[in-house]
């Protein structure tokens, strides 16, 4: 299984985001006339973000080209596999610049099926800015992430008051 654990992880590396704005960033700056055109575009897709519908978007492995399919079930994984691949694969949201919010401290499988999860989320990905992705209602009888999520503590101290 490990040989095939690190051939998913090089798959998922291969799947980060290839920007040429990247790359204009790290060389020299742009001149004054791109920057504005970098500013028009910014709002455009804020503009296209606020209108974006989660029915219509593609679904993140569409973004990336993942396949669903390539990853194991959790019980047939090691924890130390486990987070591996999450650790992979958050890196590579972070090239799409999409963050999940999720608990700091998770159990492998449950940050595991988390992030495999991801693939299935509908989303607008902007080239600029960043989208934070939510798995938390904040209501915690049927939050996924149940005792581990923080959502728990926010009603707590709401009640406490
Ligand atoms: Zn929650």
């Not at 499988?109 to 495999?116: E, I, P, S």
Request: charged share 30%; glycine share 4%.
């Amino acid at each position: 299984m490990q040989k095939y654990v690190n051939q998913l992880i090089e798959d998922i590396q291969n799947a980060h985001r290839v920007e040429e704005e990247q790359a204009a960033d790290l060389g020299e700056h742009l001149d004054e006339g791109e920057e504005v055109e970098d500013i028009r575009e910014h709002f455009e897709e804020v503009e296209r973000y606020l209108n974006s519908d989660s029915e219509t978007e593609p679904s993140f492995a569409d973004h990336c080209g993942l396949d669903k399919a390539a990853f194991p079930p959790a019980d047939r994984l090691s924890d130390k596999q486990k987070m591996e691949i999450c650790t992979a694969f958050e890196k590579m949201m972070q090239s799409y610049n999409a963050y999940p919010s999720m608990p700091d401290i998770l159990p492998p499988t449950m940050a595991y099926d988390t992030f495999v999860g991801v693939l299935d989320v509908r989303l607008f990905l902007p080239k600029l800015g960043m989208v934070g992705i939510e798995f938390c209602d904040y209501e915690p009888e049927h939050c996924q992430f149940g005792e581990y999520c923080t959502c728990k503590d926010l009603e707590d101290e709401i009640n406490d008051e």
